[in-house]
């Protein structure tokens, strides 16, 4: 059985691919997101999705390092939790106007953040008490 440290660091693997490939999308396929989404910006998407590979990029350098930084992962746990309340935000104040795709698509990675900042958050408390 694995003990608390790797499954943390897994869920940080996890984290770090979808936000990387979250990313990678919405700079590869920026022009079908502009459509899906009801987004005239043809900036936004690849700021945000290089914004994206950065973090992915720093939470795989959390995961991989040794020895485990708790600080970091409290970090990624906050961001992870600014994610998810801007991305309600944008949805029930409609801020850009996006489709009814768009705002599911906005909604669907707050869940997804929301379940991997819990996990991390789950591991962070229990390699504290440990």
Known sequence: MENTEDKTRMVLKLNAAFSSLVGLDLIILNSAFMRWMNISNDIILPVVGLGLLLFGASVFWVAFRKPFSMQMLR???LMDIGWVLGCILV???NLFGLSMLGNELVLLSAVIVALLAYFQFRGEKRLKHS
């Open 75 to 77: 970090s990624i746990i």
């Open 91 to 93: 949805v029930a104040t």
